[in-house]
Protein backbone atom coordinates (compact mmCIF):
# COMPACT_ATOMS: atom_id res chain seq x y z
CA UNK A 1 0.00 0.00 0.00
CA UNK A 2 2.82 2.41 0.93
CA UNK A 3 4.46 2.14 -2.41
CA UNK A 4 1.23 2.35 -4.25
CA UNK A 5 1.02 5.80 -2.57
CA UNK A 6 4.90 6.88 -3.33
CA UNK A 7 3.93 6.06 -6.85
CA UNK A 8 1.09 8.00 -7.30
CA UNK A 9 2.45 11.11 -5.40
CA UNK A 10 5.85 10.69 -7.43
CA UNK A 11 3.74 10.53 -11.13
CA UNK A 12 1.34 13.56 -9.18
CA UNK A 13 4.35 15.30 -8.73
CA UNK A 14 5.86 15.06 -12.67
CA UNK A 15 2.77 15.66 -13.95
CA UNK A 16 2.73 18.98 -11.97
CA UNK A 17 5.86 19.80 -13.42
CA UNK A 18 5.46 19.24 -17.21
CA UNK A 19 2.40 21.58 -16.16
CA UNK A 20 4.27 24.13 -14.86
CA UNK A 21 7.59 23.74 -17.00
CA UNK A 22 5.93 23.41 -20.54
CA UNK A 23 2.48 24.01 -20.68
CA UNK A 24 1.47 26.83 -18.40
CA UNK A 25 4.73 29.10 -20.82
CA UNK A 26 3.07 27.59 -23.60
CA UNK A 27 -0.29 29.09 -22.85
CA UNK A 28 1.09 32.46 -21.89
CA UNK A 29 3.39 33.17 -25.53
CA UNK A 30 -0.04 31.83 -27.61
CA UNK A 31 -2.01 34.67 -25.52
CA UNK A 32 0.71 37.60 -26.17
CA UNK A 33 0.89 36.69 -29.97
CA UNK A 34 -3.19 36.96 -29.93
CA UNK A 35 -3.11 40.20 -28.25
CA UNK A 36 0.09 41.49 -30.23
CA UNK A 37 -1.92 40.45 -33.60
CA UNK A 38 -5.27 42.34 -32.17
CA UNK A 39 -3.30 45.11 -31.62
CA UNK A 40 -1.76 45.79 -34.90
CA UNK A 41 -3.13 49.07 -36.78
CA UNK A 42 -2.50 50.87 -39.97
CA UNK A 43 0.64 53.20 -39.24
CA UNK A 44 2.08 51.17 -36.61
CA UNK A 45 5.98 50.38 -36.14
CA UNK A 46 6.71 46.61 -36.65
CA UNK A 47 10.06 44.36 -36.45
CA UNK A 48 9.27 40.81 -38.30
CA UNK A 49 10.95 37.50 -37.00
CA UNK A 50 13.17 37.88 -40.05
CA UNK A 51 14.15 41.15 -38.42
CA UNK A 52 12.53 43.62 -41.33
CA UNK A 53 11.63 47.08 -39.60
CA UNK A 54 8.67 48.63 -40.95
CA UNK A 55 5.45 50.32 -40.79
CA UNK A 56 2.01 48.89 -41.21
CA UNK A 57 0.07 50.47 -44.25
CA UNK A 58 -2.90 48.02 -44.70
CA UNK A 59 -3.99 44.86 -42.79
CA UNK A 60 -6.72 42.12 -43.98
CA UNK A 61 -7.90 40.55 -41.01
CA UNK A 62 -9.80 37.68 -42.91
CA UNK A 63 -6.83 36.19 -44.62
CA UNK A 64 -3.68 36.81 -42.04
CA UNK A 65 -2.13 39.41 -44.42
CA UNK A 66 -0.90 42.58 -43.74
CA UNK A 67 1.50 44.91 -46.13
CA UNK A 68 4.60 46.33 -44.51
CA UNK A 69 6.11 49.61 -46.01
CA UNK A 70 9.59 49.23 -45.37
CA UNK A 71 11.08 51.90 -47.56
CA UNK A 72 9.90 54.60 -49.97
CA UNK A 73 7.84 52.82 -52.60
CA UNK A 74 8.68 49.27 -51.63
CA UNK A 75 5.65 47.54 -49.87
CA UNK A 76 6.01 43.65 -49.10
CA UNK A 77 3.06 41.35 -48.00
CA UNK A 78 3.08 39.08 -45.53
CA UNK A 79 1.50 37.29 -43.07
CA UNK A 80 0.75 38.60 -39.57
CA UNK A 81 2.19 35.67 -38.17
CA UNK A 82 5.43 36.91 -38.57
CA UNK A 83 5.46 40.11 -36.74
CA UNK A 84 7.90 39.49 -33.90
CA UNK A 85 7.06 42.92 -32.04
CA UNK A 86 5.03 46.42 -32.04
CA UNK A 87 7.35 49.07 -31.80
Known amino acids: MDQTMGLVIYIAFFIGLIY ?3 IRPQK ?3 TRKAELMNSLKNGAAIVTYSGIHGTVTSIDSDKGIIVV ?3 KGVDLTM ?3 A ?3 VM
Open 79 to 81: EKA
Open 20 to 22: LMI
Open 69 to 71: NVA
Open 28 to 30: KEK
Open 83 to 85: VAR
